[in-house]
């Protein structure tokens, strides 16, 4: 079955620090990745996503992903923490034709001034 | 556009109760989907509707039904609730099934069961 892993549920950088989040997925067969956002109290919103082409994704707020295959990693990162970036992220796969994604845990974004 | 749209926003119910959470969309979306939210878990697929007229079962869909209404609306009801079904409940929808596209989530039901 495929699965999702989000390397740590709680990341804490100060502002202006590197940002990277991790993810890995278990798939025979590349999937198309995405990574999600939550603010508190609130829906989730795509950041972005790799389906084909380009293994460097670029997304909103600076933020970019890494698909590298020969690791079944999609990390994401960003040069320069915001105190606005503070959240809930999501990596997610989808590889069937309904649509239907699977989502890692989470991990917690905490940006310290 | 309002997007998906979800109601009520927050509901408390007693164990054994019953309730209907609402979602729509006005994006002409053909693909929609009810996950849960727990703590640690991420987010967990119940039922999706792949098209209108047709649901399936996702990863946990114990003690849930729904109903695709039409294009615009797709139903979760819980019939007898559990406090083990205590959790925040997200709609979405997609473009279409494939899978490549972006889902766009609602904001939430937080549900709380005594």
């Known amino acids: 079955a495929q699965s999702v892993t989000q390397l740590g549920s709680h990341v804490s950088v100060s502002e202006g620090a590197l940002v990277l989040l991790r993810c890995n997925y278990s798939?025979?067969?590349?999937?198309?990745l995405f990574w999600y956002v939550q603010y508190p109290n609130q829906g989730l919103q795509l950041l972005l996503k790799?389906?084909?082409?380009?293994?460097l994704v670029k997304g909103i707020n600076g933020f970019e992903a890494e698909f590298k295959k020969s690791e079944t990693s999609f990390h994401l990162t960003k040069p320069s923490a915001h105190m606005s970036d503070a959240a809930e992220y999501f990596c997610?796969?989808?590889?069937?034709?309904?649509?239907?994604?699977?989502f890692g845990q989470g991990t917690t974004l905490q940006v310290k001034p | 556009n309002a997007g998906v749209t979800q109601t009520p926003k927050f509901q408390v119910l007693k164990t054994g109760q019953s309730m209907t959470l609402q979602c729509a969309q006005d994006?002409?979306?053909?693909?929609m989907y009810w996950y849960r939210q727990d703590p640690g878990m991420g987010l967990r697929l119940i039922y999706y509707?792949?098209?209108?007229?047709?649901?399936d079962k996702g990863e946990v869909p114990n003690g849930y039904n729904v109903s695709r209404l039409n294009k615009r609306e797709f139903s979760l009801r819980l019939e007898s609730a559990a406090p083990s079904q205590t959790s925040v409940y997200f709609c979405?929808?997609?473009?279409?099934?494939?899978?490549?596209?972006?889902?766009?989530f609602g904001p939430g039901t937080r549900l709380t069961v005594l």
């Open positions: 997610a796969v989808s590889r069937d034709n309904t649509g239907k994604l699977i």
């Open positions: 798939s025979s067969v590349p999937p198309y």
């Open positions: 790799y389906t084909t082409g380009a293994t």
């Open positions: 994006m002409n979306h053909n693909s």
């Open positions: 509707s792949a098209s209108e007229g047709t649901t």
């Open positions: 979405a929808s997609n473009p279409d099934r494939g899978s490549y596209n972006e889902q766009f």
